[in-house]
C-alpha cells in the first residue's frame, strides 16, 4: 500500500487581511503587521512596547500581505497539495486564526466574483478540470461529504434532518484511519454538482444557528472531497488510488470568557474551545517532538485530524492575522502557533488498491448490469431468430462497449416493435378466419392479447435495466472526456505558465531563507580583518546583532510565560467552578438520595470512551431479555413428570406418546379452515402410531 515513505513538514503559510474601515477610522496607528514576501517573513509590531524593544520576525513557508490576490495563495500554496490528492495522497488544509481574520474568506471567498474565489471553489475547478484532460484510460468517482464540529458534537450538514439528530460517532478502521460513521457522502459528476453540495451544507449551517455571526466563530467546518481514480497498472488490471482531500475552517481562535458562568452553560463554555485547545496541545507534543503521548483523542476534531498532524497526509496550514494593533496579543499567539505547526513531520504515502474503494463496487455493480442486459440482448436475439429463422450471427457480439450499449437499446426496441406487429397480424388472421369455432378464436386472441402484455413487461424491465446501468455509469467520470466546456489549449498553456510561476517563487523564497541562514552561520569564517581596529568594529557589530538576538529570545521566553501563567488562571478557574459544581451535585446526592438506590445506580454505570460519557448498563442483558425455553429431561425433548415417564415405560396412555399431533401442512388437502381458505390443515394420524418414544 506504502510507496513513497519519505517524511515532510506541515507547510505554514500566513496571510494578513487590509484594515477594515471601522479599524481604519478608530484609530491613526496603522497596522502592526509587516510582510517580507521575498523572505516570507513576518514582522510583528507590539504598539504598547517602547519603540527600542525589538520586533519579533517569524519566517514562513509563504507569506501573503493585505494585497494578495486569492488565485496566487491558491497556485502558490494549494495547487501542489491538490495535485497530490489527485495522484492519491491525503491531503488537509486548515484555516486558522481570531475570528474576523479571514478564515472563511480564504477558505470560501466570494463565489460568485472569480478574482475572489477561495480555496474551496478553486479545488473543485482543478479537481475537474484536472479530470476532464486526464488520459482516457482512467476513471474516477468523486465523492464530497460536509460536517461540522458544534460543542463537540459533529453534525452532518448534508442531512436534511441533521438539526434534529444526534451528533454522528468516530469510529476507527485500521486501514483509513478515523472515519465518521453515517455521514452522508454525495457523488459528484461534475463542478455544478460539487458546488450545490457545498451550497446545501452552507444553508444547513445557517439554518441552524440562531446568530451565524457567533455560530460559525465556535464551529468548526470540514468540507471532505474523495477522488478515487482507477488506472489499468503495468500488470493489466485495475489499480485504485484514493486521495482524501479535507478543507477546514476552523473556530475562532480567540479565547472565550467562561467567566461566572454555571450549570449548562459551563459545560458548553468547557466544550467550545475543547477541539482547539486539544489541537494547540496535539500540535506541541507533535513539534516537540520527545513527548511520546501525542493527545489526539482528547476532542472529536483532533481525531479527525489525526492523519493530517503527524500521520498520513500531506497539510497546509493558513494562519490569519488582523493588521489592528488592538487585536496585538491574539495576532503574537496565532503566529507562535503557526511557527510551532512548521515543526510537525508528516509521512503520507499513495493509498493504493484500498479496500473499501468505492470505485471498485461500482465496477462490479456496472459490470454485474452489464451481464444482464447483453444476456437479453442475446435472448431476444435467439427469439427473434425463431421468428424469422435467421441463423444467429455469433461474431456479432465481439462489438465494442460503446458501441454495443446503443446496439442493446436499439436491437431491443426494434424487436418489441417486431413482435408486436407480429402478434398484431397473428391477431388479425385469427380474427379473419372464418372456418375456427368462436370460443376457439376468443382463447386464441387472450393468448396473444396476454403474449403483448408479457412483451411490454419485458420491455418495461429491459428499459429499468439500461437507466439503472446508465445512471450507475454516468458516475464514474472517464478521464479526457469533455466535461468542462470552457478548456482550451490557450488557458492550458496558461495555467501551466501560472504554476511554473509559483513554483520559481518558491524556490526563490526556499533559497533566500537558506541564504540568509548560512550567512549568518559564516559570518565569522569569511572575515578577514586588516587591522585590529576593523576586527574590533565588525565584533562589535556581531555583538549588537547578537545581543538584539538575545533580547528577542528574552521576550520571547517572557510572552510564553505569561501566556502560561494566562491559560494557567484560566484552566484553574474553570477547575473551580467544576469543582463547585460537583460539590452541589454530591450536596443533592447525599441529601436526596437514598444509599441503596444510589449503589444500585453506581453498579449500572459503565464508562464509554469513544462518546468520552458515563451510560447505563441495561437491566437485562440484550442477549437474555428473551426467556429461554427450559432444558430438556436427558433424552427427551421436553421435561417429564414422573407419572408421564413411568406411563412411557408401561407403553400405555398414547397421550404421553406423541408430542406434536397437530401439523400445518400446505401439500395435503383435507378440510379448509374456514376463517383462512388458502391454509389446509390436516391432522397426521398416521404420526400417532410411528411416534412412540416421543
Ligand atoms: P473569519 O472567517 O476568520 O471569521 P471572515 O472570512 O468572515 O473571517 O472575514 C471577515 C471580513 O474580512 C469579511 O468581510 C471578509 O470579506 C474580509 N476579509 C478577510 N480577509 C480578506 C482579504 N484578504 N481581503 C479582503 N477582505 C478580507
Ligand atoms: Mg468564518
Redesign the pocket.
Known amino acids: 500500500m506504502s510507496k513513497n515513505k519519505s517524511s515532510e513538514s506541515v507547510k505554514v503559510v500566513v ?1 494578513c ?2 484594515l ?1 474601515r471601522k479599524e481604519e477610522s478608530s484609530g491613526p496607528a496603522g497596522g502592526i503587521v509587516q510582510m517580507d514576501l521575498r523572505l516570507g517573513q513576518v514582522i510583528l509590531r507590539n504598539p504598547r512596547a517602547p519603540p527600542s524593544e525589538p520586533q519579533k520576525t517569524f519566517t514562513f513557508d509563504a507569506v501573503y500581505d ?1 494585497n ?1 490576490k486569492q488565485r496566487e495563495l491558491y497556485d502558490e500554496s494549494v495547487r501542489p497539495l491538490i495535485d497530490s490528492v489527485l495522484a492519491g495522497f491525503n491531503g488537509t488544509i486548515f484555516a486558522y ?1 481570531q ?8 477558505m470560501q471567498g466570494a463565489w460568485l466574483d472569480p478574482e475572489k474565489r477561495g480555496v474551496i471553489p478553486n479545488a473543485f475547478d482543478h479537481v475537474f478540470t484536472h479530470i476532464s484532460r486526464s488520459q482516457s484510460d482512467k476513471q474516477y468517482l468523486v465523492r464530497a461529504s460536509y460536517l461540522e464540529i458544534y460543542l463537540e458534537e459533529i453534525r452532518d450538514l448534508l442531512d436534511p434532518n441533521h438539526t434534529n439528530a444526534r451528533g454522528l460517532e468516530l469510529r476507527e478502521n485500521p486501514d483509513t484511519g478515523v472515519y465518521v460513521q453515517d455521514l452522508t457522502s454525495c457523488v459528484c459528476k461534475s463542478i455544478k454538482e460539487i458546488e450545490e453540495v457545498m451550497n446545501v451544507g452552507n444553508q444547513a449551517r445557517a439554518v441552524g444557528a440562531t446568530d451565524m455571526n457567533e455560530h ?2 465556535r464551529s468548526h467546518a470540514l468540507f471532505l472531497i474523495t477522488v478515487e481514480c482507477s488506472q489499468p497498472g503495468p500488470d493489466g488490471r485495475k489499480h485504485i488510488r484514493v486521495g482524501r482531500l479535507n478543507l477546514v ?1 476552523l473556530a ?1 481562535s480567540e479565547r472565550q470568557a467562561k467567566t461566572g458562568v454555571q450549570g449548562e452553560r459551563l459545560k458548553e463554555a468547557a466544550k467550545i474551545n475543547l477541539s482547539l485547545s486539544a489541537l494547540g496541545n496535539v500540535i506541541s507534543a507533535l513539534a516537540d517532538g520527545r513527548s511520546g503521548h501525542v493527545p489526539y483523542r482528547d476532542s472529536k476534531l483532533t481525531r479527525l485530524l489525526q492523519d493530517s498532524l503527524g500521520g498520513n497526509a500531506k497539510t497546509v496550514m493558513v494562519a ?1 492575522l488582523g493588521p489592528a494593533p488592538q487585536h496585538y496579543d491574539e495576532t503574537l499567539t496565532t503566529l507562535r502557533y503557526a511557527n510551532r505547526a512548521k515543526n510537525i513531520q508528516n509521512q503520507p504515502r499513495v493509498n493504493e488498491d484500498p479496500k473499501d474503494a468505492l470505485l471498485r463496487e461500482f465496477q462490479r455493480e456496472i459490470a454485474r448490469l452489464r451481464a444482464q442486459l447483453n444476456y437479453r440482448k442475446w435472448r431476444s436475439k435467439q427469439k427473434n431468430e425463431q421468428m424469422e429463422g435467421e441463423s444467429w450471427d455469433g461474431d456479432r457480439e465481439k462489438e465494442t462497449e460503446g458501441e454495443e450499449d446503443e446496439e442493446v437499446e436499439k436491437e431491443a426496441e426494434e424487436y418489441v416493435k417486431l413482435e408486436e406487429q407480429r402478434l398484431e397480424r397473428e391477431k388479425e388472421a385469427i380474427r379473419g378466419d372464418e372456418y375456427m369455432v368462436a370460443e376457439e378464436k376468443q382463447r386464441l386472441l387472450g393468448e396473444k392479447e396476454r403474449m403483448m402484455v408479457d412483451l411490454r413487461k419485458e420491455q418495461e424491465a429491459t428499459e429499468q435495466l439500461t437507466a439503472k446501468y446508465k445512471a450507475m455509469e454516468s458516475k464514474l467520470l472517464v478521464g479526457g472526456k469533455n466535461i468542462i466546456d470552457h478548456t482550451n489549449e490557450q488557458q492550458k498553456m496558461l495555467e501551466m505558465k501560472r504554476q511554473e510561476i509559483a513554483e520559481q517563487t518558491r524556490n526563490e523564497r526556499e533559497i533566500q531563507q537558506q541564504m540568509l541562514a548560512q550567512d549568518e552561520e559564516t559570518l565569522e569564517l569569511r572575515e578577514t580583518f586588516t587591522s585590529l581596529q576593523q576586527e574590533v568594529e565588525a565584533k562589535t557589530k556581531k555583538l549588537k546583532k547578537l545581543y538584539t538576538k538575545l533580547q528577542c529570545i528574552k521576550a520571547e521566553i517572557k510572552d510564553v510565560n505569561d501566556e502560561h501563567v494566562k491559560s494557567r488562571q484560566e484552566l484553574e478557574q474553570t477547575q473551580n467552578e467544576l469543582t463547585r459544581e460537583l460539590k452541589f451535585k454530591y450536596l443533592i446526592i447525599e441529601n436526596f438520595i437514598p444509599p441503596e438506590e444510589k449503589n444500585k445506580i453506581m453498579n449500572r454505570l459503565i464508562f464509554d470512551p469513544e462518546e468520552d460519557q458515563w451510560k447505563f448498563q441495561p437491566l437485562v442483558p440484550a442477549e437474555r431479555s428473551m426467556k429461554k425455553r427450559p432444558a430438556s429431561a436427558v433424552g427427551y425433548k421436553r421435561p417429564l413428570s414422573q407419572y408421564a415417564r413411568v406411563a412411557i415405560a408401561m407403553g400405555g396412555h398414547s397421550r404421553y406418546r406423541v408430542s406434536v399431533a397437530v401439523k400445518w401442512d400446505y401439500s395435503g388437502l383435507a378440510t379448509s379452515s374456514p376463517g383462512c381458505p388458502n391454509l389446509m390443515v390436516y391432522l397426521s394420524f398416521s404420526q400417532l402410531d410411528n411416534r412412540n418414544n416421543l
Request: glycine share 20%; aromatic share 4%; no cysteine.
Open positions: 496571510r487581511r487590509p477594515s493585505a494578495s486564526g475570528t474576523g481574520t479571514g478564515k472563511t474568506y480564504t460559525s466563530s475552517d475562532g490569519t
